[in-house]
């Protein structure tokens, strides 16, 4: 047998950095896995380190080749996804970061993009242009805040002397002994200043910004040879050949390939995307234009709606609240009761996202009362991260004017029987929950095998993936309408509280 049959995979998330080897036949050999600390300097900023993300992703990637006990000659290529729209800046001679990285989660730019988005016009060129629209959420306006707020930052940008790029950027500089500055299409995509028509940094955007251009790195395809790993990290010459944001690598190992296919990834947030084919579809209703991936036959795109508090929302009953004492112990007391006693929890820690984009919204539980107990809460949790991804697949279906049939599901809180039992009632649609809910680290692998040849084609990764379960919709309709309209309450009674709280 061919000795290079293995895809090391690296998942550099929100909470941790991760590392599979999957073989051929697409089964995971080895893993391993470290957290990352997340820092909240100031209320609504979210911060990583980023040298701690690189030393942590080096030392699970290697740990994960020892675990496997093969040579890493014969490991094909690496394929890597990562947390999207979080900003690096660093300086290109001495490859050190020159701020910590600003955390998709973060809002200190809210009051940027609030002023820009009173331009009208401008607000209109970044929905065509760039699919998106103008958010903190997204990598821009943290690049503009890094530029104007850290001591020498313009100058030194407007000389060439330091660089910008999301985490995969700032992990493949690194990997590569620092000779790549590259990016690939479906994560320059989340910048906000990318043409997602044309495959280029937008130069009319850049300017209206004040960004410069030199400090971007390359777009280069997702699954495509696009630098060679140091020999120092891991002997053998090989190819870094797959590189994704995690969403679009979950789509892809979730293997929706055909126009309307749809996944919902629940992780620190929900992400849920709907594959378009090879042209971008206009949202009517609030959600995003993305670039779903590029495999060598042109760009090809995704409408996307983000739920930026998920999973996180049961940690901070764990972390906070000290409710449980592992996450795992939300389902088992949500199954204790029926339903939430009435209450209804609004998870909106950092503003909400689509369809809603409110970024002064804020968390809440409503309907309290002497009886509520730990049960309930734990129980409202989960129903709101369904209702929060139920409010964007039913924009999602208006815009493509299709019932899905299928909603693939992922993510480690996708392990919920409770929530995905809700979500298929919620949302009158078959829940599908593959055997492997890795779909992320399983998707950057294909990338990078597709590339390396150990996947010849799509048909031979639909092969692959296999359904654990099914959960098929069984709610009363009644029912089902008190609980969405229980829950579109409590979001304008959030919004609202948070309009209040700034004035």
């Known amino acids: 047998m ?30 391993s896995q470290q957290s990352i600390k997340q820092s909240y300097p100031q209320p609504g900023w979210v911060e990583h380190d980023p040298d701690e993300i690189l ?24 394929g890597i996804a990562n947390q999207r729209e979080t900003l690096v800046v660093w300086e290109k001679n001495s490859g050190r970061p020159i701020c910590p990285a600003i955390v998709w989660q973060c809002r200190r730019t809210a009051d940027i993009c609030a002023s820009l988005a009173k331009d009208e016009v401008f607000a209109g060129q970044i929905r065509d242009k760039t699919g998106l629209l103008i958010d903190a959420y997204f990598s821009a306006t943290k690049l503009m805040w890094v530029l104007d707020h850290v001591s020498g930052a313009r100058g030194k ?98 293997t929706c390939f055909e126009k309307g296919m749809t996944k919902n990834t629940y992780g620190t947030g929900c992400f849920i995307l709907m594959y378009t084919g090879h042209a971008p579809m206009q949202s009517q209703n609030r959600l995003l234009t993305t670039v779903a ?47 939430t006693g009435g209450v209804t929890f609004v998870p909106a820690f950092t503003g909400l996202g689509a369809p809603h984009w409110d970024m002064q919204a804020r968390g809440m539980f409503t309907g309290l009362t002497r009886g509520t107990g730990r ?73 990078a ?20 379960r099914l959960f098929q919709a069984g709610m009363d309709q009644k029912e089902k309408e008190k609980r969405r309209t229980m829950w579109q309450q409590a979001i304008v009674t959030a919004m609202e509280h948070g309009r209040r709280s700034v004035r």
């Open 157 to 254: 940008a407007v000389k060439g002397e330091l660089m910008a790029g999301t985490i995969d950027t700032w992990l493949i500089w690194h990997l590569s002994g620092r000779e790549a500055h590259v990016t690939d299409a479906s994560n320059a995509a989340r910048t906000m200043l990318f043409n997602i028509h044309d495959g280029c940094w937008d130069k009319d955007i850049l300017s209206a910004l004040d960004i410069p251009e030199v400090i971007l790195p390359k777009v280069v395809p997702s699954s495509g040879i696009a630098a060679t790993l140091d020999p120092a990290i891991l002997p053998g010459q090989i190819p870094i050949a797959g590189i994704a944001g995690d969403q679009q690598a979950a789509l892809f190992g979730q």
């Open 375 to 447: 049960e309930h809460l734990a129980r409202a949790v989960l129903e709101a991260i369904v209702h929060q991804s139920q409010d964007i697949l039913a924009c999602m279906q208006a815009d493509a004017d299709i019932k899905m049939p299928v909603l693939h599901v992922d993510g480690g809180a996708s392990v919920s029987d409770v929530m995905m039992q809700f979500q298929a009632d919620m949302s009158g649609i078959t829940v599908d929950r593959p055997q492997a809910i890795e779909t992320t680290a399983f998707g950057a692998a294909c990338l």
């Open 293 to 339: 991936w590029d495999i060598g036959r042109g760009l090809e795109y995704a409408l996307e709606g983000s739920v930026f508090n998920a999973g996180s929302a049961i940690q901070w009953l764990r972390d906070n609240l000290g409710l449980f004492d592992k996450s795992s112990e939300c389902d088992r007391l949500a199954e204790q009761v029926a339903d």
């Open 2 to 31: 061919d000795k290079k049959k293995f895809i090391l995979s690296l998942d550099q998330g929100t909470t941790s950095c991760r590392a599979i080897l999957f073989d051929q036949a697409g089964q995971s050999v080895s893993r």
């Open 55 to 78: 030393r942590q992703q080096i030392a699970v990637m290697q740990d994960a080749v020892a675990q496997a006990d093969i040579e890493p000659a014969q490991i094909a290529g690496i």
């Open 449 to 468: 095998g597709l590339a390396v040849g150990i996947w010849p084609d799509l048909e031979s990764l639909r092969q692959i993936r296999r359904s654990d």
